[in-house]
């Protein structure tokens, strides 16, 4: 009998993709961006429509997408007894993050507690990085640059692999971890942000980290960035820093730099690509560190390895083939 069938779990698509052995990586979305707004559960698929306050910003970045090719990504996040506690009734938390330059490590964040008539004006002075205009939300402005911050989706409205196991993991992290840190780091619940199949999913910010299939024995080497880095393989999504083919890459370099890779700053880019098949790429990584005086570059050859069977959504009656990528060829100058 197979396991999934006794178990009565085979009709979720993160187990069949871990049963699998789909690897994650490629799957973090790629983004200059992010609007996270506190906000309460439940949420629709696409809950920032039911915002009133924030039509007029998504009306400008709809044309910043069109315009300028912006990338951007609002999420939800849901309040928290400890971390909400001092939210005046009808004030609303806004964090944004925004990629600093084309090589960087993290992402920039600017956190917000206001009132929400005011939050559409708020993400429109930052979504156009317009000083001028953000100088009149300063005392709204919150010191938290200090303060890691672990997104983990709950989301089941979107698909229920992400609330049967993304709730238990959050719970874990949130119980356990965040109050060893006290005052450093704190996780939250979070809206879908792609990829179900890979629950228990979560973003890791500043740094803008993907990670899926979490299991309670990789938490530590995850949260506190410290053992064997190659034990997070099978578990990393990718950065968001960079394109999705350029994220498996990416893990590969991470796997021989150690955990010194984090705080370089890097790029990426696409030398040559197979568009229409996507049977190999050929990827260039930029990186430096100025305060070690270190800096060097490495190219890569991605390349189809084998197919799996996976499950697009929970429920779905048939799987379907997805490409897996290795790295064949990498060097390091």
């Known amino acids: 009998m197979n396991p999934l069938t006794q178990s009565g779990e085979a009709h979720f698509c993160s187990v069949v993709s871990k049963a699998n052995g789909e690897d994650p990586i490629g799957s973090a979305g790629n983004y200059d961006q992010w609007f996270v707004l506190e906000t309460p559960p439940p949420w629709i698929e696409e809950f920032w429509r039911e915002i009133p306050a924030l039509q007029p910003m998504l009306a400008v970045a709809k044309q910043r997408m069109e315009r300028d090719g912006l990338k951007m990504r609002p999420f939800a996040i849901a309040s928290d007894r400890e971390y909400s506690q001092n939210i005046p009734q009808g004030w609303m938390r806004l964090i944004h993050y925004r990629r600093p330059g084309l090589l960087f490590a993290r992402f920039e964040k600017q956190e917000y507690i206001l009132p929400k008539e005011q939050v559409s004006d708020l993400a429109i002075a930052l979504l156009n990085n317009n000083q001028q205009q953000l100088a009149a939300f300063q005392k709204f402005r919150q010191e938290t640059n200090h303060i890691r911050d672990l997104l983990v989706c709950t989301h089941g409205n979107v698909d229920v692999a992400c609330s049967r196991f993304g709730y238990p993991i959050y719970k874990q992290l949130r119980s356990e ?30 740094e803008g980290r993907y990670w899926g299939h979490l299991e309670p024995g990789m938490l530590d080497t995850l949260v506190w960035q410290q053992g064997d880095v190659e034990t997070l393989r099978s578990f990393y999504r990718g950065w968001a820093g960079l394109t999705q083919i350029e994220q498996i890459a990416e893990r590969e370099i991470w796997m021989q730099e150690d955990w010194a890779w984090l705080n370089y700053q890097k790029k990426g880019k696409i030398l040559d690509i197979d568009r229409e098949n996507r049977e190999w790429a050929d990827i260039q990584l930029d990186f430096t560190d100025s305060q070690q005086n270190i800096s060097g570059q490495y190219t890569a050859r991605v390349e189809v390895s084998h197919t799996v069977d996976t499950m697009g959504e929970s429920g779905d009656e048939q799987t379907t083939h997805l490409k897996q990528y290795r790295v064949c060829h990498l060097v390091k100058k």
């Open 177 to 206: 971890y965040a109050p060893a840190s006290p005052g450093n780091l704190r996780v939250w619940q979070c809206s879908h942000f792609g990829g179900h199949r890979f629950a228990p999913t979560l973003i890791d910010l500043p």
